[in-house]
């Protein structure tokens, strides 16, 4: 009987095609038969020195866990394992999209441990140029660069689990190039304008929220947040929190 070979044992030898190639038992599978990997390089020490890598490599990622996954199938296992119970239900109808929409749908069916930068730099830009479901009156397609960042942040948290499970070795976000923000024009409302702005907002019983937000500069969200037990009108002041 021969001898089985151990994880990450190699041997080199040289093609006929003149290139040297190495050879290693990358793991075994669930039925013990032994997961076979190569590398390639026109020298023996080029080979040596690859196949020193990939065995260091070898042993630091779950080989078998790793071969089950595609980028579809691990992107969702996250998702309802490690991140929607932990998220808020507007931030779930986000993760969704980019999963189902623009993940899965463009590298969903790649190998997991095949996913290179490339490839998610690829579908970066096909989602910031044409990635809209619904193209806008004006024609637009694509998505704005912070829908990208969005969907790069996500990716760079799900790979990184990965990561952190030895399913893959690195996180192939890191290789990517995403948009920067979009500087956006600040539109100030014209003081002979607010007069008007005013009297409107006190027709429809929202004066006091929309006086608000001209001489404080609140957000939206602790805006509509404010309760009248916030406001001390002895001391003249307002409590947001």
Known sequence: MGKRRANGEGNIRKRPDGRWEGRYVAGHDENGKAIRKNVLGRTQAEVKEKLK???GECAEVDIE???EYTVGGWVRTWYE????PHIRESTQEYYEDYIEHHVVTRIGNIKLTKLTGRDIQKMYNEVKASG???VTNDGNAGMS???VRGLHMMLHNCLGRAVKERVILRN???DCI???PEKKEMHILHPEDISAYLKEAEK???LAMFFLELTTGLRKGELVALLWSDLDEQSMTLNVC
């Open 132 to 134: 809209r479901i619904r």
């Open 53 to 55: 890598k990939a065995i």
């Open 204 to 206: 429809r019983g929202v």
């Open 178 to 180: 995403v948009p920067k």
């Open 65 to 67: 866990k790793a071969e």
């Open 81 to 84: 394992t490690y991140s929607k």
């Open 172 to 174: 192939s976000t890191e």
């Open 145 to 147: 660069a912070s829908y």
